[in-house]
């Protein structure tokens, strides 16, 4: 190997041109070579590298290598190949060249693609080894990373990074510097308006009101007396990775090295950034999470904690935070930077404006901006795509600039998120613990901010808080899914609301959580502490109705008063009521309320968007049942219709929700029926169990009709048929032996139900329990079955006859479990909206849960031989489909098919029990969905294992089985013989159960 240069190459003016070596995989990289290497060549410079292989003696790669000893700079692109690998080693050519320039003492400047949307059948190298390639091409980024730091690039920015490298390297061989330009010092004025304008800032952001308690308006609460971390899960951008709704996270963060439980705060020391490098990883954050769950309380977190200095930050010491909620976007705001200066100067009301307008611009100018970018979801999706352009761009141009941006689940898909270049968080519900001291924050606060008694006070806010905690963990509130709701900050803080001054049980339902919210603060509480009320909640209610119902119709999260105040001033003239001046009232509601929150004097908006649905909800009920009233169809048609329309809209699915679980007279018969006469409920399955789930009264007969209708076409039918079999099964079954449709609906892959077979129900519990007859078969797999592993050797078992459950335990049968059981934790994931909805599987739950849970349902775990004997009911192929699987068949990640078979979707969650074909014992997915705990321990081979179908146990292991696959994987891992395992302890997103008796 040649030797180390002492020291590099210089480069005198009137020296020989350097030669630069090009290194890459070839097949990928083609054009990007020729880019480059005409970047090279404008720079003065020869492009230095073998593009073709002559036939020589020696191995092209000594050739190679040769080119890089000779060479005075390397330049290393590396895309999603691996590339090719000499006599079989583990080092790809384009590694070893990597190695060789880094051994001879050749600078390298090395070039990443950006981490965004791959196609591994098109990006990846070749072959059945690409997945192992992929790995080895990962451990050898890390090391590049680790060594010399790369720039990322895309398809625009290659040349130009590339160029500007290429130029800075040249200025120092020279003995100058790179040509950059000379920082802006700023002004004495400048620097003074600066320390105002953080001063304001954290004034601003100190403090959250509380509405309903204050002499005037609200309770200001300092933000450090209130906040209570919040669980956040990072997701690291891998290229496999699509997280529009957080689906994978928990089980990425399980096998990474990052710790999950951060705050925004901790989360940004992970970007690591500095204002004058351009060889960082990432550019910004993304924060996501459910409505109300708490991502602007971690932006105002970040801004009070940089200004006050009250947490080390691995940014810039010098670096500004800046606040900017896109609920205050406006038309003429066409980039980043416009918005920026208007929104500062429009803001800084104690300012003079022209004083504030070049503030704004000095500030801009000067750079190093840590720009908490707020509510994406709040932008009309007409313009998410525009303003998640705007963010890249500035974030991709301007170096000084670090982005954060939050948004709800429902907002961020396809054209919406961000690329690659932005770390993806997303927020966990609260955990007991942290719920808990929240209210006792939020009482205490409360009871003591205008008490004349403080030390009494104290005494009662701890009495409350008690009281209210010992409520939430009755067994009946805790088994039920209202549960959730004290996992989310806003509706914990509801629920606080409710409790302290209703003195009453607390509702079961989110609508009348929101209803009882609504009325205390439009009047209960200032009734209670003898204060005057403007407008009673009864003639404020229905306006605030309208409101919320237009504004929601134009998709605004805020709204000019001017246009409120027509809106108010015609509700009152319809009612009959006297004159009311729209300003009074606007006025009125934001003071006396807070319900409604003003903006900058000319603007309202409600102060959570979850109020603003549940009141457009309500007005679209009163509007339907008006017309109901008076008999008027075609008013009560259109009502629903419209609202129908929005089915597959993601800003109407909280309203839709609202509406169908609103108590009292119930539309859900009449609304769905407008539903599924349409096509926009197709392909939204997970909506449709979501709305049976959360329906005050579920009526099975818009689908019973439907599947009645022989006219009607066969894919929604089989839609039809999934709703029906998850939430009314009995009515299914009904119309599968009256009608035979169950033949129709099997044959079209979808779902069915075997009419006649024979069960019985466990003991508790409502576990239904297949009969299975005992028989012997073949355990494992063959040789020649594809992704097979060395632990599933073939041998003979013969199986006595069990019972097994027809699906996985669902939620609704783990809560009468835990309304029995007061010491028993719920499920890790029991408050996820993702997987707790009452017929989907119960999963984080662990092995040990899982056998209490047996026990008490007078039942136990299978055998992992009874497990695999009743999954294949007699078939001897990978899955009792067949050959391969499709997601119509089995819920797995379907971009990774099995043995040349379709691919299709990834739902990136469990779906409903029932929702896919049974095999032939009659058993409900027992490929995919959730991986499900046998009894046994786990043993890396079945060399000694029993062959009469009882469990293996090892006393004291601690490993046991698993076996199904779950949601989130690949075909082959849900094979009839596939085999999991994880500690007994373990609590995983895609982890449930099926029960066994014998």
Same mark, same amino acid.
């Not at 965004?116 to 080895?136: N, R």
């Not at 299914?732 to 129900?761: C, H, K, M, N």
């Given at each position: 190997?040649?030797?180390?240069?002492?020291?590099?190459?210089?480069?005198?003016?009137?020296?020989?041109?350097?030669?630069?070596?090009?290194?890459?995989?070839?097949?990928?990289?083609?054009?990007?070579?020729?880019?480059?290497?005409?970047?090279?060549?404008?720079?003065?410079?020869?492009?230095?590298?073998?593009?073709?292989?002559?036939?020589?003696?020696?191995?092209?790669?000594?050739?190679?290598?040769?080119?890089?000893?000779?060479?005075?700079?390397?330049?290393?692109?590396?895309?999603?190949?691996?590339?090719?690998?000499?006599?079989?080693?583990?080092?790809?050519?384009?590694?070893?060249?990597?190695?060789?320039?880094?051994?001879?003492?050749?600078?390298?400047?090395?070039?990443?693609?950006?981490?965004?949307?791959?196609?591994?059948?098109?990006?990846?190298?070749?072959?059945?080894?690409?997945?192992?390639?992929?790995?080895?091409?990962?451990?050898?980024?890390?090391?590049?990373?680790?060594?010399?730091?790369?720039?990322?690039?895309?398809?625009?920015?290659?040349?130009?990074?590339?160029?500007?490298?290429?130029?800075?390297?040249?200025?120092?061989?020279?003995?100058?510097?790179?040509?950059?330009?000379?920082?802006?010092?700023?002004?004495?004025?400048?620097?003074?308006?600066?320390?105002?304008?953080?001063?304001?800032?954290?004034?601003?952001?100190?403090?959250?009101?509380?509405?309903?308690?204050?002499?005037?308006?609200?309770?200001?609460?300092?933000?450090?007396?209130?906040?209570?971390?919040?669980?956040?899960?990072?997701?690291?951008?891998?290229?496999?990775?699509?997280?529009?709704?957080?689906?994978?996270?928990?089980?990425?963060?399980?096998?990474?090295?990052?710790?999950?439980?951060?705050?925004?705060?901790?989360?940004?020391?992970?970007?690591?950034?500095?204002?004058?490098?351009?060889?960082?990883?990432?550019?910004?954050?993304?924060?996501?999470?459910?409505?109300?769950?708490?991502?602007?309380?971690?932006?105002?977190?970040?801004?009070?904690?940089?200004?006050?200095?009250?947490?080390?930050?691995?940014?810039?010491?010098?670096?500004?935070?800046?606040?900017?909620?896109?609920?205050?976007?406006?038309?003429?705001?066409?980039?980043?930077?416009?918005?920026?200066?208007?929104?500062?100067?429009?803001?800084?009301?104690?300012?003079?404006?022209?004083?504030?307008?070049?503030?704004?611009?000095?500030?801009?100018?000067?750079?190093?901006?840590?720009?908490?970018?707020?509510?994406?979801?709040?932008?009309?999706?007409?313009?998410?795509?525009?303003?998640?352009?705007?963010?890249?761009?500035?974030?991709?141009?301007?170096?000084?600039?670090?982005?954060?941006?939050?948004?709800?689940?429902?907002?961020?898909?396809?054209?919406?998120?961000?690329?690659?270049?932005?770390?993806?968080?997303?927020?966990?519900?609260?955990?007991?613990?942290?719920?808990?001291?929240?209210?006792?924050?939020?009482?205490?606060?409360?009871?003591?901010?205008?008490?004349?008694?403080?030390?009494?006070?104290?005494?009662?806010?701890?009495?409350?808080?008690?009281?209210?905690?010992?409520?939430?963990?009755?067994?009946?509130?805790?088994?039920?899914?209202?549960?959730?709701?004290?996992?989310?900050?806003?509706?914990?803080?509801?629920?606080?609301?409710?409790?302290?001054?209703?003195?009453?049980?607390?509702?079961?339902?989110?609508?009348?959580?929101?209803?009882?919210?609504?009325?205390?603060?439009?009047?209960?509480?200032?009734?209670?502490?003898?204060?005057?009320?403007?407008?009673?909640?009864?003639?404020?209610?229905?306006?605030?109705?309208?409101?919320?119902?237009?504004?929601?119709?134009?998709?605004?999260?805020?709204?000019?008063?001017?246009?409120?105040?027509?809106?108010?001033?015609?509700?009152?003239?319809?009612?009959?009521?006297?004159?009311?001046?729209?300003?009074?009232?606007?006025?009125?509601?934001?003071?006396?309320?807070?319900?409604?929150?003003?903006?900058?004097? +000319?603007?309202?908006? !409600?102060?959570? =968007?979850?109020?603003? &649905?549940?009141?457009? @909800? %309500?007005?679209? /009920?009163?509007? *339907?049942?008006?017309?109901?009233?008076?008999?008027?169809?075609?008013?009560?048609?259109?009502?629903?219709?419209?609202?129908?329309?929005?089915?597959?809209?993601?800003?109407?699915?909280?309203?839709?929700?609202?509406?169908?679980?609103?108590?009292?007279?119930?539309?859900?018969?009449?609304?769905?029926?407008?539903?599924?006469?349409?096509?926009?409920?197709?392909?939204?399955?997970?909506?449709?169990?979501?709305?049976?789930?959360?329906?005050?009264?579920? +009526?099975?007969?818009? !689908?019973?009709? =439907?599947?009645?209708? &022989?006219?009607?076409? @066969? %894919?929604?039918? /089989?839609?039809? *048929?999934?709703?029906?079999?998850?939430?009314?099964?009995?009515?299914?079954?009904?119309?599968?032996?009256?009608?035979?449709?169950?033949?129709?609906?099997?044959?079209?892959?979808?779902?069915?139900?075997?009419?006649?077979?024979?069960?019985?129900?466990?003991?508790?519990?409502?576990?239904?329990?297949?009969?299975?007859?005992?028989?012997?078969?073949?355990?494992?797999?063959?040789?020649?079955?594809?992704?097979?592993?060395?632990?599933?050797?073939?041998?003979?078992?013969?199986?006595?006859?069990?019972?097994?459950?027809?699906?996985?335990?669902?939620? %609704?049968?783990?809560?009468?479990?835990?309304?029995?059981?007061?010491?028993?934790?719920?499920?890790?994931?029991?408050?996820?909206?993702?997987?707790?909805?009452?017929?989907?599987?119960?999963?984080?739950?662990?092995?040990?849960?899982?056998?209490?849970?047996?026990?008490?349902?007078?039942?136990?775990?299978?055998?992992?031989?009874?497990?695999?004997?009743?999954?294949?009911?007699?078939?001897?192929?990978?899955?009792?489909?067949?050959?391969?699987?499709?997601?119509?068949?089995?819920?797995?990640?379907?971009?990774?098919?099995?043995?040349?078979?379709?691919?299709?979707?990834?739902?990136?969650?469990?779906?409903?029990?029932?929702?896919?074909?049974?095999?032939?014992?009659?058993?409900?997915?027992?490929?995919?969905?959730?991986?499900?705990?046998?009894?046994?321990?786990?043993?890396?081979?079945?060399?000694?294992?029993?062959?009469?179908?009882?469990?293996?146990?090892?006393?004291?292991?601690?490993?046991?089985?698993?076996?199904?696959?779950?949601?989130?994987?690949?075909?082959?891992?849900?094979?009839?013989?596939?085999?999991?395992?994880?500690?007994?302890?373990?609590?995983?997103?895609?982890?449930?159960?099926?029960?066994?008796?014998?």
């Amino acid at each position: 190997m040649a030797k180390k240069r002492e020291q590099p190459r210089t480069q005198q003016a009137d020296a020989p041109p350097l030669k630069v070596f090009v290194s890459s995989t070839y097949l990928d990289n083609v054009q990007r070579r020729r880019l480059v290497q005409d970047v090279i060549i404008q720079a003065g410079m020869i492009p230095h590298a073998m593009e073709f292989w002559p036939a020589q003696e020696r191995e092209p790669q000594d050739l190679s290598l040769d080119y890089v000893r000779e060479a005075d700079l390397f330049v290393g692109i590396l895309g999603w190949r691996f590339g090719w690998t000499p006599d079989g080693g583990t080092k790809s050519i384009t590694e070893m060249e990597y190695d060789e320039a880094g051994e001879v003492g050749v600078e390298r400047l090395m070039f990443e693609i950006e981490r965004g949307a791959v196609d591994p059948d098109k990006d990846f190298d070749d072959g059945p080894d690409k997945y192992d390639k992929q790995k080895l091409l990962e451990a050898f980024k890390r090391r590049v990373q680790r060594d010399v730091h790369p720039q990322w690039f895309n398809a625009e920015t290659l040349t130009g990074r590339v160029a500007t490298a290429l130029h800075n390297h040249l200025a120092k061989l020279r003995g100058g510097e790179a040509a950059e330009p000379e920082p802006q010092r700023p002004t004495p004025a400048f620097d003074q308006q600066l320390a105002v304008f953080l001063d304001q800032l954290a004034r601003r952001h100190d403090a959250l009101s509380l509405a309903g308690f204050s002499k005037r308006v609200r309770v200001e609460m300092r933000l450090q007396d209130l906040y209570v971390p919040m669980r956040v899960m990072l997701n690291t951008r891998l290229e496999d990775d699509e997280f529009g709704s957080g689906r994978e996270a928990d089980e990425k963060l399980r096998h990474s090295d990052r710790h999950d439980d951060l705050n925004l705060v901790q989360a940004l020391e992970l970007l690591k950034v500095t204002a004058t490098t351009d060889d960082r990883r990432h550019r910004g954050i993304v924060v996501l999470g459910d409505p109300g769950s708490g991502k602007t309380t971690h932006l105002r977190r970040v801004v009070f904690s940089m200004v006050r200095g009250e947490e080390r930050l691995h940014l810039p010491a010098d670096m500004v935070p800046v606040f900017l909620p896109l609920r205050a976007l406006k038309a003429e705001d066409t980039t980043l930077r416009k918005f920026f200066l208007r929104f500062l100067t429009e803001e800084d009301d104690d300012n003079d404006p022209d004083i504030a307008e070049g503030f704004a611009k000095s500030l801009w100018k000067r750079g190093n901006l840590l720009l908490l970018v707020d509510g994406l979801d709040e932008v009309p999706e007409e313009r998410r795509a525009e303003i998640r352009k705007w963010i890249e761009d500035a974030a991709r141009k301007r170096d000084d600039l670090v982005c954060v941006v939050t948004c709800r689940y429902a907002g961020y898909k396809q054209k919406a998120r961000l690329g690659g270049g932005f770390l993806e968080l997303h927020l966990r519900p609260l955990t007991n613990e942290s719920a808990e001291r929240f209210i006792h924050n939020w009482y205490r606060v409360v009871e003591t901010t205008f008490a004349q008694d403080v030390s009494a006070a104290r005494k009662r806010a701890v009495q409350r808080a008690e009281d209210l905690v010992e409520r939430l963990r009755l067994p009946d509130f805790r088994a039920s899914r209202v549960y959730e709701m004290i996992r989310n900050p806003l509706l914990l803080t509801a629920v606080c609301l409710v409790h302290r001054d209703r003195g009453r049980d607390l509702p079961d339902r989110r609508a009348d959580l929101y209803l009882e919210c609504v009325r205390v603060l439009l009047e209960l509480w200032r009734d209670a502490a003898g204060l005057a009320v403007t407008f009673p909640e009864k003639e404020a209610r229905p306006v605030l109705r309208r409101i919320a119902l237009s504004m929601q119709e134009q998709k605004l999260a805020r709204a000019p008063a001017r246009v409120l105040r027509e809106i108010v001033e015609t509700a009152f003239r319809d009612t009959g009521s006297a004159t009311v001046d729209g300003d009074t009232f606007l006025c009125a509601i934001r003071d006396e309320s807070g319900l409604l929150t003003g903006w900058s004097g +000319d603007e309202y908006g !409600f102060m959570h =968007l979850g109020f603003q &649905e549940f009141l457009a @909800a %309500e007005e679209i /009920r009163e509007r *339907a049942l008006a017309a109901a009233v008076a008999r008027d169809d075609a008013a009560y048609e259109a009502v629903l219709r419209e609202l129908a329309a929005h089915f597959d809209d993601s800003w109407w699915h909280e309203v839709i929700l609202l509406v169908l679980s609103i108590d009292g007279q119930s539309l859900f018969a009449p609304l769905l029926r407008e539903v599924v006469a349409g096509q926009a409920w197709l392909g939204q399955d997970e909506f449709v169990d979501q709305c049976l789930g959360d329906a005050f009264e579920f +009526d099975p007969a818009p !689908f019973v009709e =439907l599947l009645e209708d &022989e006219t009607v076409d @066969a %894919e929604r039918r /089989r839609a039809a *048929a999934r709703a029906l079999r998850s939430h009314d099964p009995e009515r299914f079954e009904q119309i599968v032996v009256e009608r035979w449709i169950e033949s129709e609906i099997r044959s079209a892959g979808t779902v069915g139900s075997p009419a006649l077979r024979a069960t019985t129900l466990s003991p508790r519990g409502g576990i239904e329990l297949v009969a299975i007859a005992g028989g012997t078969f073949t355990m494992g797999s063959p040789e020649t079955e594809r992704q097979r592993d060395d632990d599933e050797d073939p041998h003979r078992v013969v199986v006595p006859e069990f019972q097994l459950a027809s699906f996985a335990v669902t939620n %609704e049968q783990y809560g009468r479990y835990l309304a029995e059981n007061p010491d028993a934790e719920e499920p890790e994931y029991w408050a996820d909206k993702r997987f707790n909805q009452p017929n989907q599987p119960v999963v984080g739950v662990s092995w040990d849960e899982a056998r209490a849970f047996c026990a008490w349902a007078g039942l136990r775990l299978p055998s992992e031989a009874e497990w695999e004997y009743a999954c294949r009911a007699g078939t001897t192929t990978p899955f009792w489909f067949g050959e391969t699987i499709t997601t119509r068949q089995v819920n797995f990640d379907g971009r990774f098919p099995y043995a040349g078979g379709e691919k299709g979707g990834y739902r990136q969650r469990t779906v409903p029990v029932g929702s896919l074909p049974p095999n032939g014992y009659g058993l409900y997915e027992m490929h995919g969905n959730v991986w499900e705990w046998c009894e046994d321990t786990w043993h890396k081979s079945y060399d000694g294992a029993p062959c009469d179908g009882s469990a293996w146990v090892n006393v004291g292991a601690a490993y046991r089985v698993m076996r199904g696959g779950g949601w989130f994987e690949a075909a082959g891992g849900c094979r009839s013989a596939c085999r999991g395992k994880n500690q007994s302890g373990f609590r995983g997103y895609s982890t449930g159960f099926r029960p066994a008796r014998s």
